[in-house]
């Protein structure tokens, strides 16, 4: 059974809908098999999001996402990488498709209320990054 790292962005949690999220997260048959809601660091933020160091987007990014709190997951599942990102939609809500998570709360393509893995050696390194073993539970 495959699992993918979820975060449910500071956009979101400002905004009190943690809860319509994860409802959406459980309709597609994702199960959350841990939670956690913290605050991240600037240096934490640029860490996570390493990849994307040389993009124009960057420094907005980070301040982003340690605008508030985010909520970090582990979802389990069948397939969960790909039912994920199919249940979060594209990276810019105008382009996300009806019914997905980022269609019915993201603001822009910055405040797009959630991120999600987005391939099996992703997921492992980004579980890693913010949950240790004794924190999942199946
Ligand atoms: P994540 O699940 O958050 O990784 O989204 P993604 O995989 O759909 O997008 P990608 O990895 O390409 O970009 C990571 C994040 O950077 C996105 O979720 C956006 O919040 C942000 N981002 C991407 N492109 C832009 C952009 O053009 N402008 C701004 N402000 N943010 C961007
Ligand atoms: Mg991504």
Do not use: C, W
Request: negative net charge.
């Amino acid at each position: 059974i495959e699992r993918t790292f979820s975060m449910i962005k500071p956009d979101a949690t400002r905004r009190n809908i943690t809860g319509k999220i994860v409802d959406r997260l459980e309709s597609a048959g994702l199960k959350v098999v841990a939670q956690k809601r913290i605050l991240i660091t600037k240096a934490q933020a640029e860490a996570f999001y390493g990849v994307h160091r040389e993009r124009p987007f960057f420094g907005e990014l980070v301040e982003t996402m340690t605008s508030g709190p985010v909520v970090v997951q582990v979802l389990e599942g069948e397939g969960a990488i790909l039912k994920n990102r199919e249940v979060m939609g594209a990276t810019n809500p105008a382009q996300a498709a009806e019914g997905t998570i980022r269609k019915d709360f993201a603001v822009s393509i910055g405040e797009n209320s959630v991120h999600g893995s987005d391939a099996a050696e992703t997921a492992k390194a980004e579980i890693a990054f913010f949950f240790s073993d004794i924190e999942i539970t199946g």
